[in-house]
T-cell receptor
């Protein structure tokens, strides 16, 4: 248990569906992140939030829409996804925004399959 | 962009030592991390190096040479539970963190 909880663990959706991924951290951290992990590829940073404000959007397609209502919760809204979006989506948090030895605490991820 | 290279797979025997190398080319340097990820689980922090040299934590050690753009993670007295993916990640001058693709280590009895 890392203190970062993601739901659902698995999700299968069609290309016309709308779904949301949820992340909650119980660590009192100020920064939260969404990463995409595809097989045999490096973790790709998607979005960064610091004190609920989005500080980074790493050229992510608009079919992915993040929401951060408070420092403890982060959502990723999905709509009209493509099969190539199938991947493990990881949420992470850190005390502050990645300075010095600031380490990330990851959730177990949502394994997404787009049919 | 950043370039971080590590071997895709390694296999070793229980009780042995394995060294996972990571080379990087980044815009500046502000630290290197190693994470462990078991299949279906969250990556978890193992080590952090920002100065040259060896950091030891029990059975795991991490080494850094900034001039060579090189690090390794050393796993000693391997146990079956060490079978996992090991991710190298580097923070650049803007404090952006980039990950390698990970090295899958399989420990055999």
């Amino acid at each position: 248990e890392t203190g970062v909880t993601q739901t659902p663990r698995h999700l299968v959706m069609g290309m016309t569906n709308k779904k949301s991924l949820k992340c909650e951290q119980h660590l009192g951290h100020n920064a939260m992140y969404w990463y995409k992990q595809s097989a045999k590829k490096p973790l790709e940073l998607m979005f960064v939030y610091n004190f609920k404000e989005q500080t980074e959007n790493n050229s992510v397609p608009s079919r992915f829409s993040p929401e951060c209502p408070n420092s403890s919760h982060l959502f990723l809204h999905l709509h009209t996804l493509q099969p190539e979006d199938s991947a493990l989506y990881l949420c992470a948090s850190s005390q502050d925004l990645g300075t010095g030895d600031e380490k990330l605490f990851f959730g177990s991820g949502t394994q997404l399959s787009v049919l | 962009g950043q370039n971080i290279d590590q071997p895709t797979e390694m296999t070793a025997t229980e009780g042995a030592i394995v060294q996972i190398n990571c080379t990087y080319q980044t815009s500046g340097f502000n630290g290197l991390f190693w994470y462990q990820q078991h299949a279906g689980e969250a990556p978890t922090f193992l080590s952090y190096n920002v100065l040259d040299g060896l950091e030891e934590k029990g059975r795991f050690s991490s080494f850094l040479s900034r001039s060579k753009g090189y690090s390794y993670l050393l796993l000693k007295e391997l146990q079956m539970k060490d079978s996992a993916s090991y991710l190298c990640a580097v923070r650049d001058r803007d404090y952006k963190l980039s990950f390698g693709a990970g090295t899958t280590v399989t420990v055999r009895a």
